[in-house]
């Protein structure tokens, strides 16, 4: 089965301050999804990358996916207090699989003031 | 427009007990999922379908029975509850193959004493 590696398993940074978030697999993925996950509550749709070399922007996030799809990143800029949450990447291998995303086990930012 | 909504959002229950977890979607979306959230673990896929009528095993599918008689719905049922299935269990639909996002609902809390 597919396995996706998130590094780091939590992030505490200042605000203002610029931070990424890894997403690595073991196997080449047909489709990427960043999520975003608030303390006890469901999960958010960020952005989703297919492409070798895609590069996503929203507000101040980036996403990107490496030319081999193996690898994907999450940036973000001047960080806030209102990107505090789980960060959650997600995949399909084959693009009949929409319903049978893999995740990774998370990554949990903390914004000081 | 209500999304993918989920009942109850905690219930506790003693060990042997059964319950059913409801999830309702009114985007008419082909494909839903049940999904558990432990920490340390991510999400881990329990039964997903394609349609009203089709199911299959995800990647924790022990303890845990689906059907889907309706587009909408896709009630997840536990036939004796174990302490090791205590969880946070999400529901998630999307439209259908290709690359298509997975909407999430809100989320219930189980607890098995």
């Known amino acids: 089965s597919q396995e996706l590696e998130q590094s780091p398993q939590s992030l505490i940074v200042q605000e203002g301050k610029n931070l990424t978030i890894n997403c690595t697999s073991s196997?080449?993925?047909?489709?990427l999804y960043w999520y975003k996950q608030k303390y006890g509550e469901g999960l958010i749709f960020l952005m989703m990358?297919?492409?070798?070399?895609e590069e996503k922007s929203h507000e101040k996030i980036t996403a990107k996916l490496d030319e081999k799809k193996q690898q994907s990143s999450l940036h973000i800029t001047a960080s806030q207090p209102s990107h505090a949450g789980i960060y959650l990447c997600?995949?399909?291998?084959?693009?009949?699989?929409?319903?049978?995303?893999?995740f990774g086990t998370g990554t949990r930012l903390q914004v000081t003031l | 427009n209500a999304g993918v909504t989920q009942t109850p959002k905690f219930q506790v229950l003693k060990t042997g007990q059964s319950m059913t977890l409801q999830c309702a979607q009114d985007?008419?979306?082909?494909?839903m999922s049940w999904y558990r959230q432990d920490p340390g673990m991510g999400l881990r896929l329990i039964h997903y379908?394609?349609?009203?009528?089709?199911?299959d095993q995800g990647e924790v599918p022990n303890g845990y029975n689906v059907s889907r008689s309706t587009t909408e719905d896709f009630p997840l049922r536990l036939l004796s509850a174990a302490p090791s299935q205590t969880s946070v269990y999400f529901c998630?639909?999307?439209?259908?193959?290709?690359?298509?996002?997975?909407?999430f609902g809100a989320g219930s809390r189980l607890t098995v004493l």
């Open positions: 998630a639909s999307s439209k259908g193959p290709g690359a298509n996002v997975l909407t």
């Open positions: 196997k080449t993925l047909y489709g």
């Open positions: 990358l297919q492409k070798g070399g």
């Open positions: 997600g995949a399909t291998p084959t693009s009949g699989t929409a319903s049978k995303l893999t």
């Open positions: 985007m008419n979306h082909e494909y």
């Open positions: 379908s394609v349609g009203a009528g089709i199911t």
